[in-house]
């Protein structure tokens, strides 16, 4: 009767030893996923900053450029209905810089103030207009075209002799396209976070799991 005593509570302290254990290591995971979560999300935001595009790095870099003018498309892409046009942006100092970009012709009427008062057609000047896309870099079909039609949209006070040696410098290498919307970026890290968290909710639900099976046979003890 004793040794049925002690087996009795040593199998009780065991479960009760090892339902702690799975607590302790749930409360650890919960701390990971904690740290990993903060992490990715700061990761997240990193990979999906907006830039301005005098900060853009590379390709994957979603930018935006402040519109003050706009030309005519210089360049065009009949299959994709796609038009280049030359922009300024204005700094708040009074300096401005001339890029490109690429828009979908088909909403035309959201530059038409902007394109309207460059070319003198309208007096009332717009309120810059703000667009966003990703860097494309420059072919040299609409290198070529841009360095052919520049001079027809920059003042003539203001024109600087460009050519393929300075292109980069003036132009830069790439242009915005506006027709790609943001896209997401999904990490490793919040895929680990992810897996890790699934893992924790098994675990948990085992260890809740056991308790109620104690409980069931503690309760069957009593009664008899």
């Avoid at 996923?33 to 990715?40: A, E, G, K, R």
């Avoid at 700061?42 to 930018?63: A, C, G, H, M």
Wanted: hydrophobic share 35%; proline share 3%; aromatic share 14%.
């Amino acid at each position: 009767m004793i040794n049925r005593d002690r087996e009795g509570i040593m199998k009780k302290h065991s479960r009760e030893k090892f339902i702690a254990f799975k607590l302790f290591v749930s409360i650890i995971y919960l701390i990971i996923i904690t740290i990993l979560f903060v992490c990715s999300y700061r990761l997240f935001q990193e990979k999906n900053k907006i830039v301005p595009w005098s900060e853009v790095e590379n390709v994957e870099d979603y930018t935006y450029i402040d519109i003050s003018k706009m030309s005519e498309k210089f360049a065009y892409y009949k299959d994709t209905n796609v038009g280049i046009h030359f922009v300024i942006e204005e700094e708040d100092t009074g300096l401005w810089h001339t890029y490109l970009i690429a828009i979908n012709e088909n909403s035309y009427n959201k530059y038409k103030d902007i394109i309207d008062y460059t070319y003198d057609r309208i007096k009332d000047k717009p309120k810059p207009l703000r667009v966003y896309g990703y860097p494309v870099i420059v072919d040299e079909k609409v290198k070529a075209l841009a360095i052919k039609n520049i001079k027809n949209f920059v003042p003539a006070s203001n024109e600087v002799t460009i050519t393929k040696d300075n292109y980069n410098k003036y132009l830069t290498n790439s242009y915005l396209d506006t027709t790609r919307p943001q896209k997401d970026k999904f990490n490793i890290v919040l895929c680990l976070t992810l897996f890790l968290l699934f893992t924790l909710i098994v675990l948990l639900i085992s260890t809740i799991s056991l308790k109620d099976n104690n409980y069931k046979k503690k309760s069957k003890g009593r009664k008899k």
